[in-house]
């Protein structure tokens, strides 16, 4: 059936097919001996994989000891480790050129996609500060803390 050029078709019992790609499967096993996947279906003669609700412990290796447990273990890891966001003066420099800030706070970072809402912010010392700006985060390192004092600006720790 046309209308106006473009082609329509209209659903019926005899048309209507499974989505693309939701069938992947060419035979249904365990649904009787005509289907020719039936009896064992496709899982051998009996044993443990045989039987229903079989389910098997990940990294399991037929009782060999897996190797998560012959591997070496070493190192510690920290769990109250604090991860900062690294961003240089440089960058923050580049932030203001671009849109005319006069002072920089974690909502203006994260709005710029230099950092994410959860981060914790720590200013870098590379590159040079020209402008006298606030800035507030969380931490700065002593050059970073230098370079906005010099260029006339103020530190705002969090």
């Not at 069938?23 to 009996?46: A, C, F, Y």
């Not at 604090?82 to 003066?89: D, H, S």
Request: charged share 25%; hydrophobic share 35%; net charge positive.
């Amino acid at each position: 059936m046309r209308h106006r050029g473009l082609k329509i078709t209209i659903m019926n019992l005899n048309n209507i097919k499974p989505a693309a790609g939701s069938t992947h499967n060419s035979k249904r096993i365990g649904r009787g001996q005509g289907s020719g996947k039936g009896g064992t279906s496709t899982k051998g003669h009996k044993g443990q994989k045989a039987r229903t609700g079989y389910s098997q412990k990940i990294g399991f290796e037929g009782g060999q000891m897996p190797l998560q447990r012959r591997l070496p273990k070493f190192g510690f890891k920290n769990v109250n480790r604090k991860e900062f966001r690294a961003i240089n003066l440089d960058t923050i420099q580049n932030l203001i050129d671009a849109k005319s800030l006069g002072d920089i706070t974690k909502e203006i970072l994260i709005q710029n996609g230099l950092a994410s809402k959860n981060d914790l912010v720590k200013i870098m010392g590379r590159g040079e500060l020209k402008s006298a700006v606030s800035i507030s985060a969380d931490k700065f390192t002593k050059s970073a803390e230098e370079a906005i004092a010099k260029a006339g600006g103020t530190v705002i720790t969090l």
